[in-house]
């Protein structure tokens, strides 16, 4: 079992920044890949970035690469995702996602233990 509680959201303005948590218990933190996506109103849950359980491999989104940046710390049981320059198009709940298998996957169904959510939103 693995628990995931994600944190740092809020309300913003377009170019700022933001940081988001995910705090995770249960299964060795170390043994896993991790992922964030994210959910408008109105449309399907979509990929952001994921990385492996070693932080050697990341991937991206093309909607996001080069403005997120995923990270995480094995010691500290949390991934991490800094969000630069935030479009109002970033306006989401953000989900951590832990994957038991390979890594770097990017489908929805790939994720076996989910986060329930926080909300970013980014004004004009």
């Known amino acids: 079992q693995v628990q995931l509680v994600e944190s740092g959201g809020g309300l913003v303005q377009a170019g700022d920044s933001l940081r988001l948590s995910c705090a995770a218990s249960?299964?060795?933190?170390?043994?896993?890949?991790t992922g964030w996506f994210r959910q408008a109103p109105g449309k399907e849950r979509e990929f952001v970035a994921t990385?492996?359980?070693?932080?050697?491999?990341?991937y991206y989104a093309d909607s996001v690469k080069g403005r997120f940046t995923i990270s995480r710390d094995n010691a500290k049981n949390t991934v991490y995702l800094q969000m630069n320059s935030l479009k109002p198009e970033d306006t989401a709940v953000y989900y951590c996602?832990?994957?038991?298998?390979?890594?770097?996957?990017?489908?929805?169904?790939?994720?076996?233990?989910w986060g329930r959510g926080t909300q970013v939103t980014v004004s004009s």
């Open positions: 996602a832990a994957d038991l298998t390979y890594g770097l996957a990017r489908a929805v169904t790939e994720y076996d233990y």
């Open positions: 249960g299964r060795t933190f170390s043994s896993y890949a």
């Open positions: 990385i492996r359980r070693n932080s050697v491999s990341t």
